[in-house]
């Protein structure tokens, strides 16, 4: 007899060459945390390991013929990455609408690592009018989440800009230090959860090198962990093994930012 699918979850984002990033980088975290990634693509890039020299957005009139055949799945979970343009935005507001009550995690992607701008403060309004009120966890590093709230007097107030986020409808936040060490603590990643019950810090050795798609593997093993049912501390904690696991034991390509070594990291729970 076969086995029934594992939990899947949705995910929107773009397509990344490399495999580090993007829809790869998506379904594979999220075979290795117990999901089955379903996915609708938002947008071709041109990119390697260094940067980005060009997003392409997807069809918004394909992306919802994609939701309408997946429709039929059943989605435990939804992620979202990056939005190349407001038509392929407003496509994936109205697919997550298609499936009320299920939890979305959403991972801001607004840069590359590389430097190339992937957004505009037009789209960083939008995404904050439309999708946040939608989002159950978003997941930006310090530099995205002052792109979303940047009306802060108080410098490296992560905390007050993560509160901003959340009277605007996103029910938590958890924000990641990869990119840019805390005041005073530059031996350690810090990540911090925001959500209306507690506040929660973890710590995590930083590896010396440059990593291309830590933030869609974490974002994408927190939907797994959901979708599979666990509470979302939980989930969290878990992502967070999870991916730095995936990057102690990471790729490097012959020049470039490392790879995430997500297949052979598989976790049973």
């Known amino acids: ?35 089955w990634a379903v996915t609708i693509p938002t947008a071709l890039t041109v990119q390697n390991c260094h940067n980005v020299t060009r997003v392409i957005p997807a069809d918004p009139t394909v992306m919802r013929q994609m939701a309408e055949v ?7 979970a939804i992620k979202i990455g990056l939005l190349g343009d407001e038509a392929t935005l407003r496509a994936a507001e109205q697919i997550i609408r298609r499936f009320p009550g299920v939890p ?32 159950d ?37 958890l924000v990641t230090a990869t990119d840019d060490p805390l005041p005073g603590n530059d031996q350690q990643v810090v990540h911090t959860l925001h959500s209306p019950e507690a506040t929660r810090q ?17 974002s994408s093993a927190i939907a797994a962990r959901l979708a599979v049912g666990e509470r979302l501390l939980t989930a969290c904690e878990q992502a967070q093994h999870f991916t730095w696991e995936s990057l102690s034991q990471g790729f490097q390509p012959p020049s470039g930012q490392c790879l995430p070594n997500r297949v052979s990291r598989v976790v049973h729970f």
Do not use: Y
Not at 70 to 76: G, H, I, R, T
Not at 114 to 135: K, Y
Not at 142 to 170: H, K, N, W, Y
Not at 203 to 218: D, K, N, V, Y
């Open 104 to 135: 979305v995690v959403a991972d801001p992607v607004f840069k590359a690592g590389g430097g190339t701008e992937l957004s505009t403060p037009a789209l960083r309004q939008l995404f904050i009018d439309r999708l946040l009120p939608l989002v």
């Open 137 to 173: 966890i978003l997941t930006p590093n310090r530099a995205e989440l002052s792109q979303l709230a940047p009306d802060i007097v108080t410098p490296f107030d992560d905390t007050a800009r993560a509160v901003t986020l959340m009277s605007q409808g996103c029910q938590s936040i």
């Open 70 to 76: 997946l429709s039929e799945m059943q989605v435990a």
């Open 1 to 35: 007899m076969r086995q029934p699918l594992p939990p899947v979850v949705l995910v929107l984002a773009g397509h990344d060459p490399t495999g580090g990033a993007g829809l790869v980088a998506d379904s594979e975290a999220i075979a290795a945390c117990g999901g």
């Open 202 to 218: 973890w710590q995590w050795p930083r590896l010396p090198e440059r990593f291309h798609g830590s933030g869609c593997t974490l």
